[in-house]
């Protein structure tokens, strides 16, 4: 299956922003767009956005999420050492009735 | 408070069986979609099977359509993963995942995993 593509890794520093990128297709992101997740060393993945780019309750404002086309965004904005962490998109492919996963970006903050 | 609680996990010869469970608390499983999400050791995130709403639409990845099924038991609020004829790369954190209704959906509740280890 199909998945989604996302860089392996980014490094920013300390108080800076950062934008993963998640790049997929008309079937997946372009569709219904992505939501993404946060996960830390040892610990379950956390909702960082829904597909639509909001937020759920409790996840700070500078977590943002966006979309252009097939391509979804997450941009942090001033990084703190507790942003270092793996970050994936995942969305819903229609056609083939499964979910996609990236391959994980891990951001590093310097 | 609403959280998923897996156990079932092992390790297991390759080539059998296990039964995986989720027991949900704080919510009413059968009221959403629920997933079974896969971790194998330093991998990504690998999505396995949903079982909808109405609890007979099913779909799986296929790498494991065939040998693995999704079911749950709305008496007892608890999901399940059965897993046959396991194979080595079936090794992983087996994570029981509830999808969010709203704001079109993403998976906002995750379980802390169960371990599945396929080992002779």
């Known amino acids: 299956q199909a998945g989604l593509t996302q860089p392996p890794s980014v490094s920013k520093d300390l108080r800076q922003t950062a934008t993963l990128t998640c790049t997929g297709n008309s079937n997946t992101v372009g569709a219904q767009g992505a939501a993404w997740l946060q996960q830390h060393q040892g610990h379950p993945p956390k909702l960082l956005s829904y597909r639509d780019g909001t937020r759920p309750s409790g996840i700070s404002e500078r977590f943002s999420a966006s979309r252009s086309g097939n391509t979804a965004s997450l941009t942090i904005t001033g990084l703190q050492p507790e942003d270092e962490a793996d970050y994936y998109c995942s969305a819903w492919d229609g056609p083939l009735s499964a979910w996609m996963f990236g391959g994980g970006t891990k951001l590093t903050v310097l | 408070q609403v959280q998923v609680v897996e156990s079932g996990g092992g390790v297991v010869q390759p080539g059998r069986s296990l039964k995986l469970s989720c027991a949900a608390f704080g919510f009413t499983l059968s009221n959403y979609a629920m997933h079974w999400v896969r971790q194998a050791p330093g991998e990504g995130l690998e999505w396995v099977a949903v079982?909808?709403?109405?609890?007979?639409?099913?779909h799986y990845a296929d790498s494991v359509k065939g040998r693995f099924t999704i079911s749950r038991d709305s008496s007892k609020n608890t999901l399940y993963l059965e897993v046959n004829s396991l194979r080595d790369e079936d090794t992983a954190v087996y994570y029981c995942?509830?999808?969010?209704?709203?704001?079109?959906?993403?998976?906002?509740?995750w379980g802390q995993g169960t371990v599945v280890t396929v080992s002779s």
């Open positions: 079982i909808f709403f109405d609890g007979t639409n099913k």
């Open positions: 995942v509830k999808e969010a209704t709203t704001s079109g959906g993403g998976f906002d509740i």
